[in-house]
C-alpha cells in the first residue's frame, strides 16, 4: 500500500505525518511518500534570496527530513518527494501519477489567514484527489 502525507513545516503537517506514520506501521508492505510542495511564487522569491540552487534544496529537505527520520524509528519504509509549484494542484497529480492509496494531509498549514476554516489547500486537495484522503487536526 502507498501512502502519501504532504508536508510544510506546520504542526498540523507533523501531526498528519505521525498518523500517516502510524497507519504505515500497522499495514504489511505499506510505503510512506513524504511530499513537499514549494509554491511557485514563493520559491521565485527563496530563489532570489539563497545563494545557490543547493541551499534552496537544502532548506526543502530540512521539511522533509524529520518525518523521514520519524519513519525509520518505527521501521517504515519512507521516501521525500520534492516537487515545485500550487501545491493542491501538485499534490493532485502526484497522487493521480503515482497510485496513491491513501493520503494524509493537515486541515491547515502555515497559512494563518484561515483559522477558522479547512485550509485551502486541505479543502481543494479533498474534493480533487482520486484516492482517499485523511485529514487530520
Do not use: W
Not at 517504515?76 to 492509496?101: F, M, R
Amino acid at each position: 500500500m502507498k501512502i502519501a502525507v504532504a508536508v510544510d513545516g506546520s504542526d498540523y503537517a507533523l501531526r498528519a505525518a505521525k498518523h500517516a506514520i502510524t497507519l504505515a506501521k500497522h499495514l504489511p508492505d505499506a510505503h510512506l511518500e513524504v511530499i513537499y510542495v514549494a509554491d511557485y511564487n514563493k520559491a521565485k522569491d527563496e530563489y532570489l534570496l539563497t545563494q545557490s540552487s543547493e541551499s534552496m534544496t537544502l532548506k526543502r529537505e530540512q521539511k522533509t527530513q524529520p518525518i523521514i527520520e520519524l519513519a525509520a524509528l518505527d521501521k517504515v519504509d519512507a521516501n521525500s518527494v520534492l516537487l515545485k509549484g500550487k501545491p493542491s494542484l501538485e499534490i493532485i497529480d502526484y497522487v493521480k501519477n503515482h497510485h496513491i492509496d491513501l493520503l494524509v494531509i493537515g486541515s491547515r498549514g502555515l497559512n494563518t489567514f484561515q483559522e477558522m476554516m479547512l485550509g485551502s489547500v486541505s479543502h481543494k486537495v479533498m474534493k480533487h484527489a482520486d484516492c482517499p484522503v485523511t485529514i487530520v487536526k
